[in-house]
């Protein structure tokens, strides 16, 4: 450390004025921070266009000479340079490995996050890139001094003068490359969402939408709500497993070569095969996928300002519970009764960083049990009406190796490593379809545990992922791709339901009938909210029977 600080000491010059280093600062974001944009628009630009494709670099210098121009203040300039530093070259990092974009909902995300979750993208590479692009020319600012001109007159002419020569460079780039940057822009308009650091625009608009502005007033809709008649009149119970990164194009139920469901197999389980996610990240689409907003209309605020389908259930006198062992339910069971699975909750299931899933279904036996003994010696005629919602950690990246036991990995060799970007493709798959061969493992011992209950309960199981994940295709990794040009990889979910005969004919459907509309219909997250209400029995003014999944297997 004594070494690094007189090698600093010696490279770092005595003074700089402001626009000297705010000119070195911009090339150096325009120049480095920024490859994983220029390389893009190398890549779209058509031949014959190599200026064009070296063009982006100076434009950006140019923008950036006249954006950091506005900070160039004592007490200012170093703090916010220095925050631009360390948080760009951890951007430029995730863009370059895994090529995710740092929009408003991956912002909302990184925010939403839990730190064991954020602990899962750190790894040597990583640390490697923020030390020498972020920290290191971090330190070198903070020990520049600088200076402004010799009076106050040259001052404000040296920054005019500076002020016109970036805007001259703008110029001069949109002069000559006007109607490429048009073509470009216009054809591919995720670019702006790449530049570096637009993520520090997008982390200030989540702050102020999320803390700094008034929230909308609540709407409790759904307060009509009620249940349906069971013809058996048994209670109902409905285990509902919320999956975590679980994409459809690895699940066997929907047409994978492997068998990542060989658990299950003969659970008779129900598999919707085109079934597509509201969002790409958990911040966004868990909210969604419960809100009764659709995926065109849906906005955070409008989401959690009314009752979701939860809370609707609710309503109708159901006991609705939530269990987490993912870091946080977005606000989803701010109304129900919420059980958060502490990292260290079981000294076998959990590492003090996460749990595996089992943990989830041992408190659901547990609970049922006791419910159980506590109706017998309350003296209880009968069992209260259950929803029991169960949110996995299911097939969580990049650490996927830490979402199953080693005793049941399947598929080998497998990447154990969090910077999976230096795996090959087979291990990153192999890895990937273990957590999937493990989330069907605990579904069929979810569906065990609610076969011992059969005979007090009409049970069943609903099973969907939030979202998917990028396993390298087109050099992308992970999820939060920016919904209108996401792949399908991040937006084709797995949507599985266990709906045993006597559930079926209890609730007046004709189960043959969503076996066949499973096979040959579209859904998406936007069913949810009134295929749930269907599924379950409940009746309410807030129910669209266009998007109730069950509408038209309706025995009654």
């Known amino acids: 450390m004594k070494l690094l600080t007189q090698t600093l000491s010696r490279i770092t010059p005595k003074s700089f004025s402001y626009e000297a280093m705010i000119f070195i600062i911009a090339i150096y974001f325009g120049f480095v921070l920024n490859i994983p944009l220029i390389r893009k628009i190398y890549e779209l630009s058509t031949e014959g266009h190599v200026l064009f494709s070296l063009s982006p670099a100076i434009l950006l210098t140019g923008c950036f000479m006249l954006i950091f121009s506005f900070f160039a203040y004592r007490f200012v300039f170093k703090p916010v340079m220095i925050v631009l530093l360390l948080t760009s070259s951890a951007a430029m990092y995730a863009m370059l490995k895994y090529n995710v974009m740092f929009d408003y909902g991956m912002i909302e995300n990184i925010f939403e996050t839990n730190s064991g979750e954020a602990w ?5 590479p990583s640390v490697g890139y923020v030390l ?7 330190i070198l600012l903070y020990r520049a001094k600088l200076t402004s001109g010799p009076s106050f007159v040259k001052a404000i002419l040296q920054r005019v003068g500076f002020t016109l020569v970036s805007l001259a ?20 308009k995720y670019l702006n969402k790449m530049i570096i650091p637009a993520h520090i625009f997008n982390t200030v608009k989540y702050l102020n939408n999320r803390y700094f502005t008034e929230k909308l007033t609540f709407n409790p809709i759904g307060q009509d709500a009620h249940l349906l008649a069971n013809s058996n ?3 109902t119970l409905m285990v509902l497993v919320v999956g975590e990164t679980a994409r459809a194009q690895n699940m066997a139920y929907n047409g994978y070569q492997r068998d990542t469901n060989p658990y299950t ?8 095969q085109n079934a597509f996610s509201c969002g790409t990240a958990t911040a966004y689409s868990l909210p969604c996928m419960f809100s009764r907003l659709t995926h065109d209309n849906y906005n955070r605020e409008a989401a959690d300002a009314q009752n979701n389908v939860l809370d609707v259930i609710k309503n109708a006198g159901v006991e609705v519970t939530w269990f987490d062992s993912d870091g946080g339910d977005k606000e989803v069971a701010a109304r129900l009764t919420k059980i958060d699975i502490a990292p260290n ?4 299931l959990c590492d003090g960083s996460s749990c595996y899933d089992q943990v989830l279904v041992n408190k659901l036996s547990a609970k049922l049990k006791q419910d159980v003994e506590n109706q017998t010696s309350s003296g209880k005629n009968s069992l209260n009406n259950q929803m029991i919602a169960l949110h ?27 910077d999976i970007e230096n795996c090959t493709d087979e291990e990153i798959v192999n890895v990937y379809d273990n957590t999937l061969a493990y989330t069907d493992y605990i579904l069929a011992e979810t569906i065990k545990v609610l076969q011992q209950y059969q005979d007090k309960y009409n049970v069943s199981l609903v099973y969907l992922s939030d979202h998917g994940e990028s396993l390298g295709e087109n050099g992308m ?9 996401a792949p399908k990889e991040q937006t084709h979910i797995p949507w599985f339901m266990w709906l045993p005969q006597d559930y079926t004919q209890a609730k007046g459907m004709d189960r043959q009938c969503l076996v066949n509309l499973a096979q040959t219909g579209t859904f998406s997250h936007d069913n949810l909210f009134h295929s749930l209400l269907g599924l379950y029995g409940v009746a309410t003014s807030v129910h669209d029977p266009k998007l109730d999944i069950t509408t038209a297997c309706k025995t009654n």
Request: one cysteine or more.
């Open 120 to 124: 899962s993208y750190v790894s040597l």
């Open 265 to 272: 197999q003969n659970l008779g389980i129900i598999a919707l």
């Open 169 to 188: 460079i703008i110029g001069v780039m949109v002069l000559f490359f006007y109607k490429d940057y048009a073509s470009v822009g216009r054809n591919n």
């Open 233 to 235: 009149n048994k209670p």
């Open 477 to 485: 990794y992970l999820h939060g791709t920016p919904y209108a040009f």
């Open 392 to 418: 996995t950690m299911g097939s969580h990246g990049p650490t996927y190796w830490k979402r199953y036991p080693e005793n049941m990995q399947r598929f080998s060799p497998a990447c154990s490593r969090s």
């Open 345 to 348: 909750d079981d000294p076998i």
């Open 132 to 138: 020498l692009l972020g920290i290191l020319p971090s």
